[in-house]
């Protein structure tokens, strides 16, 4: 089946400095992907749509200069958090859309900035 | 705007016992639904895929339906295990691609 791989599957970071997550899809290529997070005890949330060679769509409320998105090809689409804080905290996972056959999603991102 | 809702929000019920989690969501036009399980610090694993036209979905001891029109889904869990705890989320997939999740249900089996 359709696999994301998503890489790395936790970090921590000192606040200030800049974090970025990959996410690759290995047998298929995903036009479009999706970038959530998950605060403790709570909902995924749909943080932004990233179009391969396009600027990415930002739900209200995300900073897009704080969450920096790259779809550059196919397979490849990347978060980057930037100036990351103790309240950029989070479970980050991604998601690549697979037409009829739903979605695949990444195995997530454990951020904890310190 | 879609929402989805997801009744109860924590479920513990005793090892063998069949349960049903609930599923709702506002707007019926939706692309498909997607039952997912999430473990403790984890990734989504996908458990059943309904698409809009279907009325349901089984998978081993799982069964889940739809009811496009009334904006209902519900999950069914057959003879619990342990190994089941996790929580269960519902998502949307609507005709723009986005995907909306419901809070989720906790389920904690009870040896």
């Known amino acids: 089946g359709a696999v994301v791989s998503q890489h790395p599957s936790w970090v921590i970071c000192k606040s200030g400095t800049s974090v970025k997550i990959e996410c690759r899809s290995l047998?298929?290529?995903?036009?479009?992907m999706f970038w959530y997070r998950q605060f403790p005890k709570q909902s995924l949330m749909l943080m932004a749509t990233?179009?391969?060679?396009?600027?990415?769509?930002?739900e209200q409320g995300v900073e897009k200069d704080k969450f920096l998105i790259n779809h550059a090809s196919l397979t490849l689409s990347t978060l980057t958090v930037t100036s990351a804080h103790p309240e950029d905290s989070s479970f980050y996972i991604c998601?690549?859309?697979?037409?009829?056959?739903?979605?695949?999603f990444g195995s997530g991102t454990r951020l904890t900035v310190v | 705007k879609q929402e989805v809702t997801q009744i109860p929000a924590a479920l513990s019920v005793p090892e063998g016992e069949n349960l049903v989690l609930n599923c709702s969501f506002t707007?019926?036009?939706?692309?498909?639904l997607q039952w997912f399980r999430q473990d403790p610090g984890k990734g989504l694993t996908s458990l059943l895929l309904?698409?809009?036209?279907?009325r349901e979905q089984t998978s081993g001891r799982l069964n889940a339906s739809l009811d496009k029109s009334s904006g209902r889904s519900t999950l069914y869990i057959a003879a619990s295990q342990p190994g089941d705890s996790a929580t269960y989320l519902c998502?949307?997939?609507?005709?723009?691609?986005?995907?909306?999740f419901g809070k989720g249900t906790r389920l904690h089996i009870l040896p």
């Open positions: 707007d019926s036009a939706i692309y498909n």
């Open positions: 047998d298929f290529q995903a036009t479009t």
């Open positions: 990233s179009n391969e060679g396009s600027k990415a769509t930002y």
């Open positions: 998502a949307v997939r609507e005709r723009d691609d986005k995907i909306i």
């Open positions: 998601s690549g859309a697979r037409n009829t056959l739903g979605y695949t």
């Open positions: 309904i698409q809009s036209s279907q």
